[in-house]
Nanobody
Framework: QVQLVESGGGLVQAGGSLRLSCAAS????????MGWFRQAPGKGREFIAR????????YYVDSVKGRFTISRDNAKNTVYLQMNSLKHEDTAVYYC??????????WGQGTQVTVSS
């Protein structure tokens, strides 16, 4: 069974940075497409970034493009989300997800990111 465990969330001032990590165990991480989602209070879960198995292709939604960077280290079975220039509206629970052919196969438990204005 694949397990995804996020870490790195916390409280940060607007304009600051955080790096989220998502460590995978089980399965074949190096072959999976991986991504990050977030869910703000009172809102639905929102996709924000995706990376393919060999890091050659990444995709970001407009709201984070230029501020967030997704990356992965297949040797460490870990995917990262570097978040810079954080805004209050980035406050959410952040989830990593992934799978062999889609992002919906496996999910982490989430990590809270709070940006104070």
């Amino acid at each position: 069974q694949v397990q995804l465990v996020e870490s790195g969330g916390g409280l940060v001032q607007a304009g600051g940075s955080l790096r989220l990590s998502c460590a995978a165990s089980g399965g074949m991480f190096s072959t999976y497409v991986m991504g990050w989602f977030r869910q703000a209070p009172g809102k639905g879960r929102e996709f924000i970034a995706r990376i393919n198995w060999n890091s050659e292709n990444t995709y970001y939604v407009d709201s984070v493009k230029g501020r967030f960077t997704i990356s992965r280290d297949n040797a460490k079975n870990t995917v990262y989300l570097q978040m810079n220039s954080l805004k209050h509206e980035d406050t959410a629970v952040y989830y990593c997800a992934g799978g062999p052919s889609s992002l919906s196969s496996y999910w982490g438990q989430g990590t809270q990111v709070t940006v104070s204005s």
